[in-house]
């Protein structure tokens, strides 16, 4: 399947959690065995869940940072989740390189949102890019942070 897979399983984990208030242990179980996950995608799946809550209030902070005109309970629940879950691997994966992670948002915004949500999530995420070391971030590899370029669809 793949990390993209892992991906849409810890969105939708987290979507559980934040919206119908479910175990973060129970979500990620039903979503992996609804869609037949398991090994290394389960894996993934499980360290983006736990991060991304783990982080949850420094994750929220960063996004109500940089979208000063939208409260947090405003954003859409999912894109919200969406950024939850790049910003975490975005500041705390350090061998996944920005342009993944924003690319994944955008992908996640457009199944799961509107085409507009891949928009949003992209305007926020790529202010982390311009200036990580500003929301907690650091420089990665050579090669891993994108220009603005990249990360517009």
Do not use: H
């Amino acid at each position: 399947m793949g990390r993209r897979q892992a991906r849409e399983t810890a969105l939708q984990a987290l979507f559980q959690v934040d919206v119908g208030q479910v175990a973060p242990e129970a979500a990620l179980e039903m979503t992996c065995q609804e869609f037949g996950i398991g090994g290394g995608d389960k894996v993934f799946a499980d360290k983006l869940v736990k991060g991304a809550l783990e982080k949850m209030p420094e994750l929220d902070a960063v996004i109500q940072k940089i979208a000063l005109e939208w409260d947090l309970e405003r954003i859409a629940k999912v894109d919200r989740n969406i950024l939850r879950l790049a910003l975490y691997e975005m500041l705390f994966e350090d061998d996944i390189p920005y342009n993944v992670s924003v690319n994944e948002a955008i992908e996640l915004a457009k199944v799961f949102s509107t085409e507009e949500s891949g928009k949003f999530v992209n305007g926020i995420l790529g202010k982390v890019v311009e200036q990580p070391k500003l929301y907690g971030g650091q420089a990665k590899t050579e090669g891993a942070v994108p220009t603005g370029a990249e990360l517009t669809k």
